[in-house]
């Protein structure tokens, strides 16, 4: 009947194993955000981006480094005491921010999500010297010389592959990739 | 049957309940097809009424079934929740028999479930047709009458149940009153200070203890269970097992040499919640009711060695009797409360919150024990190492409570509880105290004046619910302490607190055996365990058996006030119902045909309410009447069809379905229908 569905709606709709809005059920008791190992870094916390949602700030929450820095360590999901799938709700803003190719400047998860999930896309398998080479021209002068270094070692050591591993059958693969997510403008 | 020959006149009353069945159906249309399609099924008259349950409405039936002389009457209105009872009564005034009234439901199953108002009306006219095909094989039916004995039965000897008993004893009827433990008092005998007002536990407690002990009504079974409930209400039969406590109470004075002179040490979990030493022979506590001690079988050691007798040697009226048995007591009473109380939230299966690994972490009832001046520290309040008093104290709400991986509820007593633990630590150390709340729930009388009052002693409140409290530190400020994580959630930073100690705010759980209660009663508890009251407003003390109340927090977690508000309201049912002497129950019943019965015992299991008993002399199965409350459960259960339900018979159900599908209707006029 109306077309029209709110943010949260939206949102809700991408969580995978979700029914309705759990969003909704949030008592904003703060288990996340306390439980949270990289909540120091984010500009809001967990909590408030649940609620935030919850107000239908769609800009706030797009323009909130949040689930660019959560580290997926699932702890906030396991501790929470309505069963809100928090974790769950960091990719699915990953995803829609992507999507909706709105995401705050300056940040490197987008861009290396982005190049992540061509790379397994087109190859298979994550090769590690084309996947650096795609965002560290994003990063300063330090932080450049010091991701080299680190490679440099791993390399030394023979941790990192000098030519990309190919998986059998890749259009299989790709087929069933392309059932999983819809790949707008990926290809 | 002689149905046949002699045909019952049939009165149809239908009623418009206002707007609310004739705002839908055409009440006057349906009333006339009623007299004319269905005087076949021996409907002499059928009426229609504004409003068939008041007193007018009422006088009509009554007028027609005196000047009339209807055998049956069928009215079509509200449910049979809301008026049978009424319009039963009307028929009982003008000398029809009560169960000859059919009330069938146009009202909830009717006009307010559908908006299309012609087939509404249909549905009304199928509604009604069943009623009356049901209505003719109807029996006359007189209530059960039973009469109600005066003793009462109270299981569980804290507050509550004290206070039930009191109330009863106090107006003369004998009670029971069973307690698993050796002494009565229950978890109030372990606090401190009660809040709000901070009136010392022990001292409000024991005078009510002391008069349950001495009240010449009471009959105080302690260290004792209920095994066995047989019976209905007004003569239950319950079978309680005495436990031997190794001594014979006639001659024991309560001196206490025995467990002074006892050498076996043993660690006490229940009454000291684990903070402190009880030996092999003991009273839980100074003030216990009754004043003997028990041996603790498990842990004494000429039950374990078979030499010692310590208490034997030294008690001087020799009244130390190791070879006591279990007594097993049968008891008559009319009437059971359970006031069996509650357990302690296990906060160790928090493990983020590291009580059991952190020794600085304590639960509430162990800050009770140590706050409590008669406890194991003498009311100081001092890390577990006995002797360091705490600068810092962090106090964390809702554990175990208000989340979905323990248990869902609010335990609605540990706000309170942390407010008062929040003051009796700033108190008796000075100490700086950190209130770590999702909500603060203090909604009743004092209460929230209560709150303020922490408020400005400067207690710090921070809203968050914490994370979790580790030892692991990162600054040098929060060397040697507990780090307690949590974000405040009204400024949006995470906190990492520094405390001496920190005292989990648990939440109440139903008793571990209390599904097996419910079960040994007959009475059904919620998934969470807690027992189901009758209704959650309007009657939350009487359980859906007759002649078992609930009181306390075995019906769900309340504070002391409202425990013993419940307590007095239990026995005031009661007494209602002593006072009245007997007890007409509805004669709804199912009944075991003899000779059809198999002795299969499906039925025995299914019964909800233990009604049905076997005879293993004749091998058949039959249903205690006063206990069967008519659900009908085993006589759908029954493979070999012997039970029937009284108003429920074969003939009644098979009729009303025909009479719905409008089967005794001439087949033109039900089409012209």
């Known amino acids: 009947m109306t077309d029209t569905i709110t943010f949260g709606q939206e949102i809700s709709n991408l969580l995978h194993a979700a029914e309705g809005e759990p969003l909704k059920t949030c008592i904003q008791c703060g288990t996340c955000s306390g439980t949270c190992p990289v909540a120091g870094y984010m500009d809001n916390s967990p909590r408030q981006i649940i609620a935030l949602i919850n107000l239908g700030k769609k800009e706030q929450v797009l323009e909130s480094n949040t689930f660019w820095y959560c580290a997926s360590c699932y702890h906030c999901t396991v501790r929470c005491p309505q069963e809100i799938n928090i974790t769950e709700l960091m990719y699915a803003l990953k995803r829609y921010s992507i999507w909706k190719n709105r995401y705050k400047e300056g940040l490197i998860g987008p861009t290396f999500s982005e190049a992540f999930v061509k790379m397994i896309v087109r190859g298979g398998r994550s090769f590690e010297p084309v996947l650096a080479t795609s965002y560290i021209f994003s990063f300063n002068t330090r932080e450049f010389v010091q991701e080299i270094q680190g490679a440099t070692e791993l390399l030394l050591k023979g941790r990192l592959p000098l030519l990309p591993a190919r998986i059998k059958r890749l259009e299989n693969f790709r087929r069933m990739i392309g059932r999983i997510i819809p790949m707008g403008g990926l290809e | ?673």
């Not at chain 2, 049939?10 to 309940?17: A, K, N, P």
């Not at chain 2, 660690?267 to 216990?288: S, T």
């Not at chain 2, 603060?440 to 009388?445: E, Q």
């Not at chain 2, 025995?604 to 249903?623: G, K, Q, T, Y």
Request: charged share 20%.
């Open chain 2, 1 to 673: 049957m002689d149905k046949k020959d002699e045909k019952e006149k049939i009165g149809v009353y239908v009623c418009h309940c206002g707007t609310n069945i004739a705002g839908v159906i055409n009440v006057e249309e349906v009333s006339t097809w009623a007299a004319e399609n269905l005087k076949d099924q021996g409907v002499v008259i059928s009426r229609e009424y504004k409003f068939m349950c008041s007193s007018l409405g009422q006088e009509l039936i009554q007028k027609d079934i005196k000047e009339l002389g209807l055998t049956r009457v069928v009215v079509a209105a509200c449910s049979p929740h809301l008026h049978e009872k009424t319009f039963r009564n009307a028929c009982k005034g003008a000398g029809l028999n009560p169960y000859l009234c059919e009330l069938v439901s146009i009202r909830e199953q009717d006009s307010w479930v559908h908006t299309d108002k012609v087939a509404a009306t249909e549905k009304a006219k199928a509604i009604i047709s069943g009623g009356v095909s049901r209505v003719v094989y109807h029996e006359a039916l007189e209530p059960l009458h039973v009469p109600i004995h005066p003793a009462t039965l109270v299981v569980g000897g804290g507050i509550a149940g004290i206070q039930a008993a009191l109330e009863i004893a106090d107006a003369g009827f004998p009670v029971y009153l069973v307690e698993r433990e050796p002494s009565i008092g229950g978890h109030m005998a372990q606090f401190d200070k009660t809040f709000p007002t901070l009136d010392c536990s022990a001292c409000i407690l024991t005078p009510k203890m002391v008069d349950a002990g001495n009240h010449p009504n009471i009959t105080l079974l302690t260290y004792s269970e209920v095994e066995k409930v047989d019976g209905y209400v007004g003569s239950f039969v319950a079978t309680i097992r005495k436990r031997a406590r190794s001594l014979r109470e006639a001659d024991c004075t309560g001196c206490g040499i025995c467990w002074e002179k006892c050498p076996k040490k043993v660690v006490d979990d229940v009454f000291e919640a684990g903070m402190g030493n009880r030996k092999a022979i003991y009273v839980p506590f100074p003030q216990a009711v009754p004043k003997y001690p028990v041996i603790d079988r498990v842990n004494c050691t000429y039950y374990i060695k078979g030499t010692c007798k310590a208490c034997e040697k030294f008690c001087p009226t020799n009244c130390i009797d190791f070879a006591q048995q279990d007594e097993i007591l049968t008891v008559e009473v009319g009437n059971v409360i359970l006031a069996t109380g509650w357990d302690l939230f296990d906060t160790r299966r928090i493990t983020q919150y590291g009580y059991g690994r952190l020794p600085n972490v304590f639960t509430s009832l162990e800050f009770e024990r140590m706050s409590n001046s008669a406890g194991p520290t003498g009311g100081n309040v001092v890390l577990r190492d006995g002797k360091t008093e705490p600068k810092v104290v962090g106090i964390v709400h809702c554990v175990g409570s208000r989340d979905k991986n323990y248990n869902e509820y609010c335990s609605s007593i540990c706000c309170m509880q942390s407010l008062k633990f929040a003051h009796l630590v700033k108190e008796k150390t000075g100490a700086e105290v950190y209130n770590f709340y999702i909500d603060i729930r203090t909604p009743a009388k004092g209460y929230e004046e209560f709150y303020h009052r922490l408020l400005e002693e400067g207690t710090h409140f921070i809203r968050g619910k914490v994370a979790e409290i580790s030892d692991a530190t990162r600054l040098p400020s929060e060397e040697g302490k507990l780090v307690i994580q949590v974000e405040d959630t009204l400024t949006g930073n995470q906190l990492r607190v520094p405390v001496d100690m920190a005292i989990l705010s648990a939440g109440l759980e139903p008793r571990h055996d209390s599904k097996a209660l419910a079960k040994l009663f007959g009475i059904s508890c919620s998934a969470d365990g807690w027992l189901i009251e009758r209704h959650p407003k309007l009657d939350p003390i009487a359980t859906m058996t007759d002649g078992i109340y609930i009181a306390g927090c075995v019906q769900g977690p309340k504070d002391i006030p409202a425990s013993v508000a419940q307590g007095a309201a239990a026995a005031a049912r009661v007494m209602g119902k002593i006072q009245q002497k007997e007890i007409a129950l509805e004669p709804v019943r199912a009944t075991i045909h003899e000779e059809q019965c198999s002795g299969c015992r499906i039925c025995n299991n299914l019964c909800p309410f233990n009604a049905i008993l076997f005879h293993e002399d004749r091998m058949v199965s039959e249903v205690n009447p006063a206990l069967c409350q008519g659900c009908g459960t085993c006589v759908a259960g029954c493979p070999a069809g012997a039970i029937t339900g009284t108003g429920f018979s074969n003939e009644q159900i098979l009729s009303q379905i025909n009479g719905l599908l409008l089967l005794n209707v001439p087949k033109k006029q039900a089409v012209a229908a």
